[in-house]
């Protein structure tokens, strides 16, 4: 993943606070944050010679669209349905132990976060996932289990 | 949503616990299945097609032909079958010896030796049922099961929860893997992944026998003796151990001894017990090899004369149409065409070919008679061999007027 810096490069840098920043640097690191997006600078958009680091920079935070509430994001051109990540998942196997929690398939789908749809990974029930709620903590366990890298948080 | 199980038979998994959405007599929805099986699923319900000379014809001149061809023939080969049912291969083994042929599948170039020392009781071996209940130990060897078989290590070798590993895998379970590259499986063992140059897999198993005995180990590439004996102390800590052998391994030695003896200072030096499992890839490979293995006492590479059967290398696929010893071929479910060296797949074309295949391969372009059959497991039901040996009952999940392999051959019968 890239850093503030390299975003500050792509920037117009006149710090022209259009943006609500009172500086470029200031809304780089807040596009870091993912507090703005880059639509949020007008002259980006504006100015056709900043076109290509608009796009840049848009394609830099592509993938936080279709993330989940728990920032939890497949990439379903990579995932091949292995089910690592369906087996592994904690919560999956405290509501689906002898399904799921044993290699099987499913047998209470509705209770489960991951499940294998097609051959593709598919995120559900997002609220009972461990990295959301008032005693979330930083539960990897989909992700160190993915052969491809094809599960992310962000 | 119905609980209604199939069977997926897109690799040698043959995992059974798939769930299927039907609309309009095609599959629209697979649940549980990975990549490959999907694929493999939604292949089905295409038009049956009968060719001849690459023109469609009807079933009964294709049959004709093809019966024609292969009674003229003086040694016809018969060829492929690692994608049929056991009925199917039952059959085909029937044909060669009526047709006094020469049989073999892709098992002589794949992973036939280690299955042959597998059913002569060579190494121990156990099911995969086994393995998600017992093992503590696996090691992927020449493998890449999150490639080859997706949910090999999601289903039975690592993750799952079993009877005596209710604890996960996480602290109940190690993944080892030896292989060449860093392979998807290879990250997966993270710090229990051993690299070994090209063709070093002998020494490394030499090496590891000595760290298992106490002495230190070496190899000639250097490879950092700490780090075998890190190896050997995990296996000896095992209670229930198993080695997936894969065509890496296989291909690298030049024959099974190194790991007889492997397998032999495992299961002395070790805890508990280790076992060998072969990493299967078509789905009833093992099936052939079984079935052949029953009737003939041979896995692999036969040549059928007046009731007696000649066995050995001469008579593999590869062999046999190097030295054109072979003046037709009944090609099941196989595309040698694609999957052979050039110089000796251009063998086949001098000679009248048959296809039976669901699919549209090079080899069926090519064959003088293609018979499009309906996918096995998809469009016909029937039993086959798992990797592990176990047999596995199947149905069909959609209808088609396409033949199954067995129908095919069953009119083949009748027609010679």
């Given amino acids: ?154 | 949503m119905e609980k209604d199980y199939y069977v997926c038979t897109g690799c040698g998994l043959l995992c059974d616990d798939i769930e299927v959405e039907l609309e309009k007599n095609a599959v629209n929805k697979v649940y549980t299945a990975c990549r490959v099986g999907v694929a493999h699923m939604k292949e089905g319900s295409r038009d049956s097609a009968f060719l001849v000379d690459g023109k469609p014809a009807d079933e009964a001149a294709a049959i004709k032909e093809a019966a024609l061809i292969l009674k003229n023939a003086k040694n016809p080969l018969v060829f492929g079958l690692g994608t049929s049912t056991n009925e199917a291969q039952k059959l085909a083994i029937e044909l060669a010896k009526k047709l006094s042929a020469t049989l073999d599948d892709t098992s002589s170039f794949c992973l036939g030796p280690v299955v042959e020392a597998l059913l002569q009781e060579k190494f121990k071996t156990c099911t995969l049922d086994d393995i998600r209940h017992k093992a503590d130990v696996a090691i992927f060897w020449g493998a890449d099961p999150s490639d080859s078989h997706p949910r090999h290590l999601s289903k039975f070798s690592y993750f799952p929860r079993g009877q005596e590993k209710q604890r996960g895998w996480e602290e109940e379970r190690t993944a080892i893997c030896v292989d060449i590259r860093k392979s998807h499986t290879a990250k997966i063992c993270g710090n229990y992944f051993f690299q070994v140059p090209q063709g070093g897999d002998a020494e490394f198993i030499e090496a590891l026998i000595a760290g298992l005995s106490g002495k230190i180990p070496k190899t000639s590439y250097n490879y950092p003796p700490k780090k075998l004996l890190e190896l050997a102390n995990i296996l000896k800590g095992a209670k229930f151990g198993t080695i997936f052998v894969g065509l890496g391994l296989l291909y690298s030695l030049e024959d099974l001894g190194p790991l007889v003896r492997l397998l032999e200072t495992l299961n002395e030096k070790a805890k508990g017990s280790f076992h060998l499992v072969p990493m299967v890839g078509h789905y009833n490979m093992r099936g052939f090899n079984e079935n052949l293995f029953a009737e003939t006492g041979y896995v692999n590479s036969v040549k059928f004369e007046e009731g007696a059967v000649k066995h050995g290398p001469e008579y593999s696929v590869v062999e046999a149409l190097k030295a054109k010893a072979v003046d037709a071929a009944l090609i099941i479910g196989s595309d040698p065409l694609s999957s052979l060296p050039r110089s000796i797949a251009k063998n086949l074309l001098e000679i009248p070919i048959i296809t039976v295949d669901p699919c549209e391969t090079l080899t069926s372009r090519k064959a003088k008679v293609a018979i499009r059959s309906g996918v096995s497991g998809v469009e016909s039901g029937g039993s086959a061999t798992r990797m592990d040996g176990v047999e596995v009952s199947f149905k069909p999940i959609v209808e088609t007027n396409r033949p199954s392999d067995e129908e095919v051959l069953k009119k083949l019968m009748e027609a010679l």
Avoid: W
């Fill in chain 1, 1 to 154: 993943m890239t850093n503030a810096m390299e975003i500050y490069q792509m920037l117009p840098k006149t710090n022209c606070k259009k943006c609500g920043k009172t500086s470029c640097m200031a809304f780089a690191v807040a596009l870091m944050a993912r507090e703005l997006t880059a639509d949020d600078c007008p002259p980006l958009i504006e100015e056709s010679k900043y076109k290509e680091n608009y796009e840049k920079i848009s394609g830099l935070f592509k993938t936080s669209e279709g993330a989940t509430e728990t920032g939890l994001i497949v990439h379903e051109d990579l995932c091949f349905g292995c089910g690592n990540c369906v087996v592994a998942c904690p919560v999956n196997v405290a509501n689906d132990p002898y399904g799921v929690g044993s290699g099987k398939a499913p047998s209470k789908t509705e209770k489960l976060i991951l499940i294998i749809e097609d051959g593709i990974v598919k995120a559900q029930n997002v609220g009972e996932c461990r990295r959301f709620g008032k005693n979330k903590i930083l539960c990897n366990g989909c992700i160190v289990t993915c052969p491809v890298e094809a599960i992310e948080f962000v």
